[in-house]
């Protein structure tokens, strides 16, 4: 009875809704009637953003039925998301009436396919999970120095020669000096999608209101591409290939025939708004030396390697926008010059979101700070192999995302990045994104002044447990360290006081 009233009081759904009153009772029958755009709830939500409406709804738990209002099925969809939560609590429903529409645009997660190849259905567990969080972009990195994991017809030798490589994963195949074998070897690890496949995950995607956007990384971490196609690779002052090289030659103009060939291809399966055109850590190591870069760099009146990242860039931008995109790349892209239509990636901390939006730009804030979950989520000691600092459940939580100085209009939204060097199977992966990702969809779709990490710790327990019958791997929060629930980002120097008042 005690644990009844409880529940009729505590709403168990994560992210928290924007509006919740409770009513007495519960829920007997489970007949639910769907409104779609009536002028009641027109009404309600006309002062809203126009794709915060497109995502509203009003679900009201009454005894005798369930009443679902909202301006589009995607708003539906919003509301049977909250619904499935809180069934997942295994009691009758409480009666309530819950107001609710996202605080940003994108809502997102990146998977990192390259570094180890995962397959559709861990994919699709996903997206399941981020239909449940309300989350809405999942950003798929397809290619990597550690293997190009999508078919492309024009450029075959891609997937053939760099999808398999030798070493179980990422580490192995570091110290066995970057060997890529061919499907069927015996010791060769890896794969690739086809592009049924991606379509088919896209598909799924789209039935749960998800955009897949994909990633195909230039110049930079293109190690794989110069390995099947040696023409994009510079060259020395000698004439001789740069074998290994990391970035592509923006000099060569086959750099651009297999790129664009690459993107159409990728535009065909993703119909996706925002194509991700990478753009980060660009070495420029072999561009000083290259006959084809200096070419380019006379003819363009350039001074500075740096200035060739930002002709490719444009020049890229420039072929994708006449095909309907836009492009999204890491904060470099703005370094060297883009147009105003490019959606900014902030990664290298908050710095690139703050100057982008200072420069009129889009964007979408992923810091390594806050949003990496390849970092650790607790201490060293007693977690499997990571990178980075803490990020812990409590300070990924946080996280607010428009900082001092930029504009909140200009913020799209925020994604959690999952770069999986350290991380070689899909457990793992649901390990280092359960419950963190729960607080990233919290910071994303609840007003700012609803969140309140305490009561957030509460309702992530619980959501964890049922991830766990549902059948993902996750981390334990029963065991998290006095240090994580400080919510310290930092592993602090010995005495250090360390304070737990998260309950
Ligand atoms: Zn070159």
Known sequence: MIALLLSCLLLQIIPIPAEYTPAQGVCTRDKICVKLNKC???????????????????????????????????GEFRARKSLEQMRLE???????????????????????????????????????????LKLNVLHLHLDDSAGWRIQIDSYPDLTAKTAWRIGWDYFAWEKGGY????????????????????????????????????????????????????????????????????????????????????????????????????????????????PKCRARMAREGYTDVKQL????????????????????????????????????????????????????????????THCYYNYYQDLIRKEPAA???????????????????????????????????????PEHAEYMLYPRLFALAETAWSPAGRKEYKAFRKRARRLLDSFRALGYKTFDMDNESDLARSGMQRFPPEGVPIIVDDE
Not at 340 to 354: F, H, K, L, N, Y
Request: contains cysteine.
């Open 387 to 425: 990178c980075g600092e803490l990020v812990s459940l409590r300070f990924t939580y946080g996280y607010e995302p428009v900082a001092d100085g930029m504009d909140p209009a200009l913020v799209r939204g925020l994604q959690a990045n999952l770069w999986c060097e350290y991380i070689p199977t």
């Open 40 to 74: 009641a709830f027109k009404r309600t939500v006309a002062a809203l953003e126009p794709f915060q409406q497109q995502e509203a709804y009003r679900l009201t738990v009454k005894p005798g039925r369930i009443v679902i209002e909202a301006l589009t099925p995607e």
């Open 90 to 132: 295994g009691t009758p429903l409480p009666c309530c009436t819950i107001t609710d529409w996202p605080r940003f645009k994108h809502r997102g997660l990146m998977l990192d396919e390259s570094r180890s190849f995962k397959g559709v259905e861990f994919i699709k567990k996903q997206i399941d999970a981020m239909a449940l």
């Open 179 to 290: 060997k890529f074998s061919t499907q069927g070897s015996p010791e060769a690890t890896g794969g690739c999608y086809s592009k049924a496949e991606l379509k088919e995950i896209v598909e799924y995607a789209a039935q749960r209101y998800i955009t897949v956007i994909p990633e195909i990384e230039m110049p930079g971490h293109s190690m794989e591409v110069g390995y099947a196609y040696p023409e994009v690779l510079c060259t020395t002052s000698s004439g001789l290939s740069c074998r290994g090289a990391w970035d592509l030659c923006p000099g060569s103009e086959e750099t651009f025939t297999l790129l664009e060939g690459v993107l159409t291809e990728v535009m065909d399966i993703f119909p996706s708004p925002f194509i991700h055109i990478g753009g980060d850590e660009a070495t420029m190591t072999t561009w000083h030396d290259c």
């Open 309 to 368: 990242q930002g002709y490719l860039i444009r020049r890229i931008e420039d072929f994708v926008r006449r095909h309907g995109r836009r492009i999204i790349g890491w904060d470099e892209i703005l370094e060297t010059g883009v147009s105003p239509d490019a959606v900014i990636q902030s990664w290298r901390g908050t710095a690139g979101g703050v100057n982008a939006s200072k420069a009129g730009r889009e964007v979408v804030m992923s810091p390594n």
